[in-house]
């Protein structure tokens, strides 16, 4: 969730900061589009071509840029499991199948943000306690969802409830009245990629 936006301090000395023009030249820059652009290229080595000075050559540029991304995939792994971790107790557990493994970590290297590791931490929880749980195709689709995405699915998830004997979860979208009888209408979770990921994200 986004935090709220922080109230505006004025500053009643603006005298201060008149040594230091140069960060706030570097604030208006980033701004600015072309300044954003910049700084996001910088951040992913590939800025070559926005850069005055002359550059290292292509193999090199290349070099550098692969060995960033495999330390931030491989800070991302090291995060998840931390937080998992952190969430293990005194459970039984099992050690999931070799290929769902090799497939969660070779899906979770690229999940970034903090909240969505942990999310990806409690699957992997999950699938220690109940091998099966969350299938391939689940953490395939979760891999491609965005936190905003995420959120939304999570809200839908906690509206979700079972009807009679049928433990599928299901959204109620309508109702219908019908002669004295009212219908509804409803989303089922019946895949097993959208029960995993559901159950994942139903708050405990």
Not at 75 to 82: F, Q, T
Not at 156 to 165: R, V
Not at 175 to 189: E, N, P, V
């Amino acid at each position: 969730m986004a935090e709220p936006d922080k109230p505006v301090v004025v500053d009643a000395h603006p005298e201060k900061w008149q040594h230091q023009d140069h960060s706030y030249k570097e604030d208006a820059d980033l701004r600015g589009s072309k300044g954003r652009l910049k700084a996001i290229a910088s951040e992913y080595q590939v800025d070559a071509r926005l850069q005055d000075v002359e550059q290292e050559d292509l193999a090199h540029r290349s070099a550098n840029r692969q060995r960033q991304v495999m330390q931030k995939q491989q800070a991302n792994l090291e995060a998840i499991i931390a937080h998992t971790y952190e969430s293990c107790h005194s459970e039984t557990a099992q050690t999931p199948d070799p290929d769902w493994l090799v497939r969660f970590f070779d899906l979770a290297r690229n999940i970034h943000g903090h909240a969505m590791q942990q999310l990806w931490a409690k699957i992997l929880k999950q699938e220690m306690l109940r091998p099966g749980n969350t299938s391939i195709k689940a953490l395939t689709l979760l891999e491609t969802m965005t936190q905003r995405e995420a959120q939304a699915l999570q809200r839908a998830c906690a509206l979700s409830s079972t009807f009679g004997q049928d433990s599928t979860k299901k959204l109620v979208t309508g109702f219908r009245r019908r002669q004295g009888w009212c219908s509804c209408s409803a989303l089922s979770h019946h895949t097993n990629s959208h029960s995993a990921i559901t159950s994942s994200l139903i708050p405990t």
